[in-house]
């Protein structure tokens, strides 16, 4: 089945502890992506990847680190999280110009 | 960087009754994007539509989309209490890199 998958779901952490929330893709796609939803602000993008090794901020990328290594995988790494990155995440991933797919979701709560 | 607007901002409606919403958007696009989300659960596609494109259906979904207006607007036929939701429409930025989401149509569904 083709899917976006990410991990963990849910994570309650504390400030400045470092995590990784992992997402993976088994469409062979280019291009992922990383956005955070907020009540009253929306969907906005983090940081994005249009291939292998190509990764570039979007337009909230303060705290976050991204790699692409494969294809396939695109991290989302909090190197010393804040009570402002409680939110909800998610993935996604496409062919260039086409439907975006996205994951489940992440739901960060740090304390 | 907003891009998307959808109105109305809620919706209440009985089964058996069509819904639709409407988005507008500010700049030129390459394709326009609807989304469902479940109360804080992942996005869902819909239906994407080309610049080049002025309708098209899926099921129960029939969605327009009006260049000249920047606008496009979605139309759920026969409603059913599981079409209750979050909806969003998504437009895909100039450089083709992001998606730029609107604050979203709630629409719900009564028996």
């Known amino acids: 089945e083709a899917q976006v998958t990410q991990n963990p779901r849910y994570l309650i952490t504390v400030t400045g502890k470092k995590l990784t929330v992992t997402c993976s893709q088994n469409?062979?796609?280019?291009?992922m992506s990383w956005y955070r939803q907020d009540p009253g602000l929306g969907l906005r993008q983090i940081y994005y990847?249009?291939?292998?090794?190509?990764?570039d901020k979007g337009d909230v990328p303060e705290g976050y680190k991204v790699s692409r290594k494969e294809k396939r995988n695109f991290p989302l790494i909090l190197e010393s999280p804040s009570p402002n990155q409680t939110s909800l995440y998610f993935c996604?991933?496409?062919?260039?110009?086409?439907?975006?797919?996205f994951g489940p979701g992440t739901r960060l709560l740090v304390l | 960087s907003q891009q998307g607007e959808e109105d109305p901002q809620a919706l209440s409606i009985q089964e058996g009754e069509n819904a639709t919403m409407n988005c507008s958007y500010k700049?030129?696009?390459?394709?326009l994007q609807w989304y469902r989300q479940n109360s804080g659960r992942g996005l869902v596609h819909l239906i994407l539509?080309?610049?080049?494109?002025r309708e098209k259906h899926s099921g129960r979904l029939r969605v327009t989309l009006d260049t000249s207006k920047k606008s496009s607007s979605l139309l759920i036929t026969a409603s059913r209490a599981a079409d209750t939701a979050s909806y969003f429409c998504?437009?895909?930025?100039?450089?083709?890199?992001?998606?730029?989401f609107g604050k979203g149509t709630t629409l719900s569904v009564s028996s």
């Open positions: 539509i080309r610049s080049n494109e």
């Open positions: 996604a991933s496409s062919v260039v110009g086409e439907t975006q797919y």
């Open positions: 990847s249009m291939n292998v090794e190509v990764t």
């Open positions: 469409m062979n796609h280019e291009y």
């Open positions: 998504a437009t895909d930025n100039q450089a083709g890199t992001a998606l730029i």
């Open positions: 700049t030129s696009i390459n394709n």
